[in-house]
């Protein structure tokens, strides 16, 4: 009974002693990572989201807390490089909107480091944001949407041009025609719905053709829209 208790007791000092020394290393590491001093982070952006367009992009955060925030610096690389910017920013009592807009961006994908700053020199956390920049390659690959159809009410004078479906990123046609007075009209068709399918060009005289174009955004939040090429349609 004694040996086993002998055995019980030593194997007790023995794990002690193991979790003594590994806390000892713990705090050897933590003194090495502060040895200069306490680390003070301030707070980090919140709801940092971009926008993309025609070689360029738009970035929108929000400062929610900490009024020490004096100042937002982006990076971001392009070319090969890391580039920067930074804006001042003025705390108010409550919510700040802080944006940004980058122009003359290479076709491509991003990724955005958000950092805050104070006027003693410390800094937040990392924010990233990725987002997408589109230019020639992604207009070169647009098409029309397809007409179904074009008649002409010759009572109503008016041509009617119906649409197949549409992808979710199309928002609408534009149409350019010559009236019955011979004047250039250009219209412009947005859908509410990709289900819309339906134009109607008033004052419109029959035999003559239109010009159309269709209208994209390739995601709903894209600052610009972007444009397929001409095509010419005759209303018989």
């Not at 479906?165 to 199309?170: Q, R, V």
């Not at 719905?193 to 159309?212: E, H, M």
């Amino acid at each position: 009974m004694r040996v086993n208790n002998y055995y019980t007791y030593q194997f007790f000092i023995t794990v002690c002693f193991v979790l003594l020394m590994a806390c000892s290393k713990m705090d050897d590491t933590y003194d090495d990572f502060i040895k200069d001093g306490e680390i003070v982070y301030i707070a980090r952006v919140d709801s940092a989201r971009s926008y993309p367009g025609n070689n360029r992009m738009g970035l929108s955060m929000l400062l929610t807390a900490d009024p020490r925030i004096s100042k937002i610096k982006v990076y971001w690389d392009a070319a090969g490089q890391t580039d920067s910017t930074e804006k001042a920013v003025q705390r108010s009592p409550g919510i700040d909107t802080v944006r940004f807009s980058f122009d003359k961006l290479p076709e491509g994908t991003y990724t955005f480091y958000i950092y805050s700053h104070d006027n003693a020199g410390h800094r937040s956390v990392k924010t990233d944001v990725i987002g997408t920049v589109y230019g020639e390659k992604y207009i070169a690959q647009l098409v029309n949407r397809t007409i179904k159809s074009s008649t002409y009410d010759d009572i109503a004078k008016t041509a009617t041009v119906k649409w197949f479906g549409a992808g979710a990123d199309i928002i609408g046609e534009e149409i350019i025609y010559t009236d019955l007075q011979g004047s250039v009209r250009k219209q412009y068709y947005k859908h509410a719905s990709v289900a819309d399918s339906i134009c109607l060009l008033p004052d419109y005289k029959q035999g003559d053709s239109f010009q159309f174009r269709t209208l994209y955004k390739p995601v709903p939040n894209a600052i610009d829209t972007f444009y397929s090429g001409y095509e010419n349609r005759l209303v018989p």
